[in-house]
């Protein structure tokens, strides 16, 4: 699909709600169309889990999904306006971070969607450990 991929997207981040690490408190989007991108995993264009045991690969894996996933409709990083993320373990979060971080370090204009993250005891699959839902405007 093309077509005009730049909406209004404001992000911001009132004082009284804190300046939080990576994302925004609040956006606000003006779009001509919404793309909801259903919960990535780790698996690959075959099906195959990469990263088993390892977060790190995990994560990169679940990235490269969503950017694919933002392709197909037209878009990059600099269109998404929420993530929900799930992670099996808290303990991860410095991981994800960084993941996080290199995947929208290739934004242009810089994209800081809202962000949800939450640990679950487990994800759909036993050897998942992250999933990301996604939602970008264009």
Do not use: W
């Not at 992670?87 to 934004?107: I, K, P």
Request: glycine share 6%; proline share 6%.
């Amino acid at each position: 699909m093309t077509g005009d991929t730049t909406p209004a997207i404001t992000r911001l981040n009132k004082p009284e709600l804190g300046t939080p690490p990576g994302y925004s408190q609040i956006v606000e989007v003006t779009a001509r169309r919404m793309i909801f991108i259903a919960g990535q995993t780790a698996l690959d264009a075959d099906g195959h889990l990469i990263g088993k045991n390892d977060f790190t690969a995990q994560a990169g894996q679940v990235f490269e999904n969503l950017a694919v996933a933002l392709r197909a409709s037209g878009c990059t990083a600099a269109n998404l306006v929420k993530l929900t993320v799930f992670l099996t373990d808290m303990d991860n979060l410095a991981r994800y971070r960084e993941a996080r971080n290199r995947f929208f370090n290739s934004a242009t204009p810089p994209a800081a969607p809202a962000v949800t993250l939450v640990e679950v005891s487990k994800l759909y699959g036993p050897d998942f450990l992250i999933e990301i839902e996604a939602i970008a405007a264009a």
